[in-house]
């Protein structure tokens, strides 16, 4: 069986979107996106990502409040997730590794250099 390579963006932000969705079909990744939390949790009920990239800030729904919805529900509490967002202070950092479980946490500005190496940390795979 082959790796899955589908990757879920959330993030407000269209051009940050854009950035990363050309960097991971760049590399051979096949992504979905959605412009917040509310619409990444209905487009979990039709796909199941190899991993989601996950703003924090966000109107309506934050990083922080999808988090803890995936962690809820047994079909997408497996989800590796990665936060990609400009909270950078050391405090921010232990709180998505300590309060909420995050797998991975990259500060923005990021290199793709840094986002590739995350995602294969976590996949195994690039």
């Known amino acids: 069986m082959s790796e899955n390579r589908t990757i879920l963006i959330v993030d407000d932000d269209d051009d940050g979107r854009a950035m990363v969705r050309t960097i ?6 096949e992504v979905q996106d959605a412009s ?3 619409e990444a949790l209905e487009r979990l009920k039709s796909i199941s990502p190899a991993l989601i990239i996950l703003d924090i800030m966000m109107p309506v729904m934050s990083g922080y409040d999808v988090l803890v919805r995936l962690k809820q529900h047994p079909e997408t509490q497996n ?3 990665i936060f ?5 202070d050391p405090d921010d950092l ?5 309060d909420y479980g995050v797998e991975y946490y990259i500060t923005k500005p990021f290199t793709t250099r840094q ?9 195994g795979y690039l």
């Open 79 to 81: 989800i590796p997730v």
């Open 84 to 88: 990609l967002t400009a909270k950078g």
């Open 115 to 123: 986002l590739l190496a995350g995602i294969k940390l976590i996949l």
């Open 94 to 98: 232990l709180v998505g590794y300590k």
């Open 36 to 38: 917040g939390g509310e």
């Open 24 to 29: 991971l079909e760049g590399h051979g990744f």
